[in-house]
């Protein structure tokens, strides 16, 4: 069985056609062209190119914002500048095959439990570290999604109370430390009280410091990146420390861009978890990376419809 | 329908017949003796003395501590000092009647759900303030446990990094600042520094100041009552703003001990919860005093039942 799985950005649409195994058989990246009608087009027209000829048996979308996964509406998505569009409706309208939506980071999580690390586990905590910090959870073998369809949002979580101003409002969020661009933030604020650190040399410009470089910094010693890595892995931590204990999950997935420099840190998170949670929680989960990486947003797109089809999907009272 | 809830503590057994809408039709209270099996003895006969005149179709437990409601075993209950007691067995046996059991603040929310201030709602967080603080999480119409069953432990997510040693071994979580006895803490601890404070005209002692006396304090505009009562509702406000992000619960309800003094603070936390969750989420729950209070540990024990009979049990793999 083969399904297009679609990862809408605001500048990209990736697509894929990919099987219940995670194979993908054919991808395509376009453009995401402006308003949602020429959007659903373009996607609908993605659908058209392979629908016959992979016997498609639906399309499943993943994109960041506020989704109602349910009725398939975009709430809200700052991204795309959308607000109360029924994209899945119009999408099924103009491929003419049934379409699901979901909010990506929701759709990571399912996509680590279909296809990645996550595999045979039904219970799950994953989070996308980028420019923002996205999380999904999976709970007795489902996504919690909450009265609204807007949970499970993880990376809201103060970790310190007094902590950097987040974009959302709240000061100390788990993303105003951890995100990859508050980890660049952190290092070129702190530069200037460690003035003779190897990332001046490792850029053209300070400015062009990013997560990378710092954690390329910290595995070669650097003192101002081994400060910076601390300092987030340890907020990480505090945050592991809150997940585990509400959910007590087998695995907590990390991905995203950073995952990528997820070797260095996973380890320094594992040491201090512990530190923040009950004793009997300690040992009782795995911190792993993505095994998806690159194709996250693809085949997480596509499992929406996976889950969807051997579930048929979850209605507000939890009852399929 | 009838049931025999049980609230099993560590120095009174507590058992009450309830019927599915929540009337009690009997009720009585022993002293908790020594040994598990003396313990399984005393309920089977509580059982005995009911079980035909009120045609019961099953017992339920309710007990602090870490419990594999699966397999019916308590893990470990620092109360009652047993370890990996497969205490339900025990009860069936000897009584008869299919016994069940759950952790008292998982057995709180499902009481709350069945008969009390959740009403009709599939997405509730409970909290129970006391000694300790519990916590209980229905996602989706059923109980978060966990894969081990040891979940939601709501009490111990870290509010402040650098706060007060928990007996858990963590620095600042919940527990350590907003149960009932952190709050007499806080405030004996503080009285050195508000010498003049009402409180000490209170109570004869200053030893017996407690979570109630610190509240009607606050009522009557003391100060020292009035900084701590503040203090500690804007850690019970952090950590609303997780559950609510995490779970985007319709309801919390608020119970324990503490909570016969809600009305006094959680318009404080429903006052500056928003400054701890993303705009999103703001408005999107209500705060509420528990309904059951004194019975809360009776028909939470007895909701066990009733949960287990409508759903069959939830199984590792969240199937029925």
């Given at each position: 069985m083969k399904v297009l799985g679609v990862d809408l950005g605001g500048t990209y649409i990736k697509a894929?056609?990919?099987?219940?195994?995670?194979?993908?058989?054919?991808?395509?990246?376009v453009e995401t062209p402006a308003g949602y009608e020429a959007v659903a087009e373009t996607i609908a027209q993605l659908a058209l190119e392979v629908i016959e000829k992979h016997e498609i048996v639906g399309v499943g979308i993943g994109t960041p914002g506020s989704i109602d996964h349910e009725k398939?509406?975009?709430?809200?998505?700052?991204?795309?500048?959308?607000?109360?569009?029924?994209?899945?409706?119009?999408?099924t309208k103009k491929s003419g095959c049934k379409t699901y939506i979901e909010n990506d980071a929701n759709a990571?999580?399912?996509?680590?439990?279909?296809?990645?690390?996550?595999?045979?586990?039904?219970?799950v905590v994953a989070l996308t570290f980028g420019t923002g910090i996205g999380g999904g959870v999976i709970?007795?073998?489902?996504?919690?999604?909450?009265?609204?369809?807007?949970?499970?949002?993880?990376?809201?979580?103060?970790?310190?109370?007094?902590?950097?101003?987040?974009?959302?409002g709240s000061r100390g969020c788990l993303e105003s430390i951890a995100s990859a661009s508050a980890v660049a933030r952190l290092a070129?604020?702190?530069?200037v009280k460690y003035p003779g650190s190897m990332m001046l040399e490792m850029v053209e410009d300070e400015e062009r410091i990013d997560a990378?470089?710092?954690?390329?910094?910290?595995?070669?010693?650097?003192?101002?990146?081994?400060?910076?890595?601390?300092?987030?892995?340890?907020?990480?931590?505090?945050?592991?420390?809150?997940?585990?204990?509400?959910?007590n999950p087998e695995?907590?997935?990390f991905g995203g861009g950073m995952a990528r420099s997820a070797d260095v840190f996973i380890p320094l998170v594992e040491r201090r978890a512990p530190l923040y949670m009950m004793p009997s929680f300690v040992g009782t989960?795995?911190?792993v990376k993505s095994e998806l990486l690159e194709d996250a947003g693809i085949k997480g797109a596509a499992s929406i419809v996976f889950e969807n089809l051997k579930y048929g999907g979850r209605g507000k009272n939890g009852t399929e």
């Amino acid at each position: 069985m083969k399904v297009l799985g679609v990862d809408l950005g605001g500048t990209y649409i990736k697509a894929a056609v990919v099987n219940e195994k995670g194979d993908i058989f054919w991808k395509k990246t376009v453009e995401t062209p402006a308003g949602y009608e020429a959007v659903a087009e373009t996607i609908a027209q993605l659908a058209l190119e392979v629908i016959e000829k992979h016997e498609i048996v639906g399309v499943g979308i993943g994109t960041p914002g506020s989704i109602d996964h349910e009725k398939g509406v975009v709430r809200y998505s700052p991204n795309l500048k959308w607000r109360d569009v029924p994209f899945a409706d119009l999408v099924t309208k103009k491929s003419g095959c049934k379409t699901y939506i979901e909010n990506d980071a929701n759709a990571f999580v399912l996509g680590e439990k279909w296809f990645g690390a996550a595999r045979g586990c039904e219970h799950v905590v994953a989070l996308t570290f980028g420019t923002g910090i996205g999380g999904g959870v999976i709970s007795h073998g489902r996504l919690i999604t909450g009265h609204m369809g807007i949970g499970a949002e993880l990376g809201h979580i103060i970790v310190e109370p007094y902590g950097p101003l987040c974009g959302c409002g709240s000061r100390g969020c788990l993303e105003s430390i951890a995100s990859a661009s508050a980890v660049a933030r952190l290092a070129k604020q702190w530069l200037v009280k460690y003035p003779g650190s190897m990332m001046l040399e490792m850029v053209e410009d300070e400015e062009r410091i990013d997560a990378r470089v710092v954690f390329e910094a910290y595995k070669k010693g650097d003192l101002l990146a081994t400060i910076v890595v601390e300092y987030v892995s340890d907020a990480i931590a505090r945050a592991v420390g809150a997940y585990v204990q509400f959910f007590n999950p087998e695995v907590i997935v990390f991905g995203g861009g950073m995952a990528r420099s997820a070797d260095v840190f996973i380890p320094l998170v594992e040491r201090r978890a512990p530190l923040y949670m009950m004793p009997s929680f300690v040992g009782t989960y795995r911190i792993v990376k993505s095994e998806l990486l690159e194709d996250a947003g693809i085949k997480g797109a596509a499992s929406i419809v996976f889950e969807n089809l051997k579930y048929g999907g979850r209605g507000k009272n939890g009852t399929e």
